[in-house]
T-cell receptor, first 113, second 114 residues
Framework: DAGITQSPRHKVTETGTPVTLRCHQTENHRYMYWYRQDPGHGLRLIHYSYGVKDTDKGEVSDGYSVSRSKTEDFLLTLESATSSQTSVYFC????????????FGQGTRLTVV | GENVEQHPSTLSVQEGDSAVIKCTYS??????FPWYKQELGKGPQLIID?????GEKKDQRIAVTLNKTAKHFSLHITETQPEDSAVYFCAASDSGGSNYKLTFGKGTLLTVNP
């Protein structure tokens, strides 16, 4: 596996609480991505980063924010978790963005109750 | 932005048969088309990819074909085995802006029956 670590792997949280998921890479890849995976929807892009402090929105960014203060870490924050954000979240990295292989982490299963 | 449609959503085959999964894309400027396999409880992993200057690519029992004119590409798995059972995703590069990201299809659950 590529050097990608997601933490936590599982989390249960209450509606309205803030939640931060962490993605850590040891590959020094420029691009990092957060996806969510839901039945019937496949993989949908939440936010992505193309460098330190350079981030942009994906197709389902509402209710999420991200930060990348150093190359190896990409944080996804749910400011006020809702039940609709119950999902499996995947981090991915790539060398040259959308034109090269993306390596995925093992995923974080988040349940909002 | 790019839109990727994938069919079928589920596919069941007998061991030894072939399986075909098809995808269409909307952006004629997309130039990279990977396929990922996701086993239960794991993240997706690349199994094969193709670029727009190539019509077909093979890797043992797996092949991908690309028709740029029709904007569709397909994954072919021959001599299927139970360990091929997984969810398969196609994707296309998003050429909007700077080719930063991939757009994925919704996935196909392939079941290979022994």
């Amino acid at each position: 596996d590529a050097g990608i670590t997601q933490s936590p792997r599982h989390k249960v949280t209450e509606t309205g609480t803030p939640v931060t998921l962490r993605c850590h890479q040891t590959e020094n890849h420029r691009y990092m991505y957060w996806y969510r995976q839901d039945p019937g929807h496949g993989l949908r892009l939440i936010h992505y980063s193309y460098g330190v402090k350079d981030t942009d929105k994906g197709e389902v960014s509402d209710g999420y924010s991200v930060s990348r203060s150093k190359t190896e870490d990409f944080l996804l924050t749910l400011e006020s978790a809702t039940s609709s954000q119950t999902s499996v979240y995947f981090c991915a990295i790539s060398v040259e963005g959308g034109n090269t292989e993306a390596f995925f982490g093992q995923g974080t299963r988040l349940t909002v109750v | 932005g790019e839109n990727v449609e994938q069919h079928p959503s589920t596919l069941s085959v007998q061991e030894g048969d072939s399986a075909v999964i098809k995808c269409t894309y909307s952006d004629s400027a997309s130039n990279y088309f990977p396929w990922y396999k996701q086993e239960l409880g794991k993240g997706p992993q690349l199994i094969i990819d193709i670029r727009s200057n190539v019509g077909e690519k093979k890797d043992q029992r797996i092949a991908v074909t690309l028709n740029k004119t029709a904007k569709h590409f397909s994954l072919h798995i021959t001599e299927t085995q139970p360990e091929d059972s997984a969810v398969y995703f196609c994707a296309a590069s998003d050429s909007g802006g700077s080719n930063y990201k991939l757009t994925f299809g919704k996935g196909t659950l392939l079941t290979v029956n022994p």
